[in-house]
């Protein structure tokens, strides 16, 4: 394609986030039609505004958080099957999420994600993703590709965690960075959440395991190779 043809191309995206404000900063970065081709048609900030969006504005490409009031990516993606099936004009979907963790990488690719970019990406980076999924290619940020080889060449299903799926999903990724060693301001600065809820999913997630601290949650989320 000549680099005119490039620089003429559209691609018409719904953005995905409970963040208001990180949805205000991808639109300012990537959002420039004439500069960058892309179109925000539509935002959402859970899974029934999602779903509500994507099917009124039927775009190339939904910028899809994991981890969403009402049941999460996954539950979009399922939703939205039809969408997604549709031989004509397909709705393609690209996981943009802070969590780098397999089993959110695994999940949305099962649930029919075309790729998953952290929220490090660049800008430039992020657009050319965009036009790539839009395309039918599949995008993965580098480390996490991995993730997805493993698990689709694995020939047995891991067994299910009953503990672990007591979680939710935001308790799962606070699990994780206390694990990692973070400090509960550190954890609610990435998470974009006040430092008061972060005790909160700590305080649930020690309950519902049924641990008495910190040090007992890192361990059981090493011995489960969560960290």
């Known amino acids: 394609m000549t680099e005119a043809a490039e620089q003429a191309r559209r691609a018409r995206v719904v953005l995905v986030d409970d963040h208001r404000m990180f949805r205000t900063g991808v639109q300012a970065e990537?959002?420039?039609?004439?500069?960058?081709?892309?179109?925000?048609?539509?935002?959402?900030?859970?899974?029934?505004?999602?779903?509500?969006?994507?099917?009124?504005t039927r775009p190339d490409v939904v910028l899809l958080d994991v981890h969403l009031p009402g049941g999460g990516g996954v539950e979009v993606l399922r939703r939205c099957a039809p969408l997604m099936n549709d031989a004509e004009q397909p709705v393609r979907f690209l996981a943009l999420s802070v969590s780098d963790a397999a089993e959110d990488v695994i999940g949305v690719i099962r649930g029919?994600?075309?790729?998953?970019?952290?929220?490090?990406?660049?800008?430039?980076?992020?657009?050319?993703?965009?036009f790539r999924v839009a395309d039918g290619d599949a995008v993965?940020?580098?480390?996490?590709?991995?993730?997805v080889l493993d698990a689709f060449a694995a020939t047995d299903t891991p067994p299910v965690?009953?503990?672990?799926?007591?979680?939710?999903?935001?308790?799962?990724?606070?699990?994780?960075?206390?694990?990692?060693g973070y400090a509960y301001k550190e954890i609610a600065k990435q998470l974009f959440i006040s430092v008061k809820t972060v005790e909160s999913h700590v305080s649930a997630v020690l309950r519902k395991l049924q641990l008495s601290n910190r040090h007992e949650l890192t361990r059981w989320a090493t011995a489960r190779r969560l960290v």
């Open 161 to 180: 965690d009953e503990d672990l799926d007591r979680l939710t999903q935001r308790e799962r990724e606070v699990l994780r960075l206390i694990a990692r």
């Open 140 to 147: 993965f940020s580098p480390r996490l590709a991995g993730f």
């Open 112 to 130: 029919g994600a075309r790729g998953y970019v952290t929220k490090t990406i660049t800008g430039p980076d992020l657009v050319a993703a965009v």
């Open 30 to 56: 990537i959002g420039d039609v004439e500069r960058t081709g892309v179109d925000v048609v539509g935002e959402a900030a859970d899974v029934e505004q999602a779903v509500t969006v994507v099917t009124a």
